[in-house]
């Protein structure tokens, strides 16, 4: 099993960017889909979640109304467009696959299967 994130880089605050995370070796579309985020000296948090068919999303508060969750099973990939950056927003992030996640259990990290390697967000003020 492998997850892939990418898209991560350096923007302005106010900017825009869109992670993605390819998943292979499983079969995706039975995988709760998650984005964590970790910066420096802090735990990692959760950020956003998408359900198995892609119906039901969820977000930390910071990131409420700024950020949209969204997969594409025939591609298994799930993404993290983030509008409205902040610096606070500056961490790496990190894609994540739940096999038996449910809406209870999706903020949860140690809920989680599988992780991708991250990718490194920097907002500049």
């Known amino acids: 099993v492998q997850l892939q994130a990418c898209g991560g880089g350096l923007v302005q605050a106010g900017g825009s960017l869109r992670l993605s995370c390819a998943a292979s070796?499983?079969?995706?579309?039975?995988?709760?889909a998650g984005w964590f985020r970790q910066a420096p000296g802090k735990e990692r948090e959760f950020v956003a979640a998408?359900?198995?068919?892609?119906?039901?999303?969820h977000y930390s508060d910071s990131v409420k109304g700024r950020f949209t969750i969204s997969r594409d099973n025939a591609k298994n990939t799930v993404y993290l467009k983030m509008n409205t950056l902040k610096p606070e927003d500056t961490a790496v992030y990190y894609c994540?696959?739940?096999?038996?996640?449910?809406?209870?259990?999706?903020?949860?990290?140690?809920?989680?299967?599988?992780w991708g390697q991250g990718t490194q967000v920097t907002v500049s003020s």
């Open positions: 994540a696959a739940d096999h038996f996640g449910t809406r209870s259990s999706y903020y949860l990290d140690y809920e989680y299967d599988y």
């Open positions: 070796g499983l079969t995706f579309n039975t995988y709760l």
């Open positions: 998408v359900s198995r068919s892609g119906g039901n999303t």
